[in-house]
């Protein structure tokens, strides 16, 4: 998406460890009418595949998911980070290693909002390694439930997630692919 691609260089930061920083649009001060704009795109790509519910990971995508599921008209669940260490069985857990932080945790959603003939679209600011989109297909598939697709606003191709993910066979569409970063030379989109 163009229009993406030009606010990542215009507004983006490259910082240290691979890490693309997008705190003044996206992830802290949010661009709620630019995001609207990321969000109907996600839903003109998913529109016909019966979508019944938004699942994204707190806190960074629980925004731009809201915004989706808007166009579609569903619920948006989103699973939490849980510091529990015995967690109980009325959920559904998976674990995820941080990209941002090094650390693993698990993240759970309540059995009550997945079920097993929901349509998933899993939506996430950003696609590295791919660890936060295998944890919450994870928890989809143990809910016996069906993942249509992924919408990621930024994916770092340079990363392996993206094959992982689509290796899998699970669709995964970003709005911007970024081939290369670096503080020198700035970012290179696929
Ligand atoms: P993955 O699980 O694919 O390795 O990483 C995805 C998660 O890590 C996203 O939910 C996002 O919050 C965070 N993340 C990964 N790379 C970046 C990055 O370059 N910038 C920011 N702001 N977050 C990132």
Do not use: W
């Amino acid at each position: 998406m163009k229009l993406l691609e030009q606010r990542i260089v215009s507004d983006g930061i490259i910082g240290a460890g691979n890490v693309l920083k997008v705190d003044s649009f996206l992830n802290h001060q949010m661009d709620v009418e630019f995001l609207n704009k990321l969000a109907e795109e996600f839903y003109r790509l998913y529109k016909d595949c019966g979508v019944n519910k938004i699942l994204t990971i707190e806190a960074s995508g629980i925004g731009i998911a809201c915004l989706t599921a808007q166009f579609f008209k569903v619920p948006m669940v989103f699973a939490k980070k849980s510091k529990t260490k015995n967690i109980a069985g009325d959920v559904y857990t998976s674990k995820v290693e941080s990209f941002t932080h090094g650390t693993v945790y698990d993240i759970i959603v309540s059995k009550n909002f997945l079920n097993p003939d929901d349509k998933v679209l899993i939506i996430d600011d950003f696609l590295a390694k791919g660890q936060a989109l295998l944890g919450l297909t994870k928890l989809v598939k143990d809910a016996g439930a069906e993942v249509v697709g992924c919408g990621i606003v930024i994916e770092k191709a340079f990363q392996d997630g993206g094959e992982i993910i689509r290796n899998s066979g699970v669709r995964v569409e970003s709005l911007a692919r970024i081939k290369s970063m670096s503080v020198e030379d700035g970012v290179e989109f696929c």
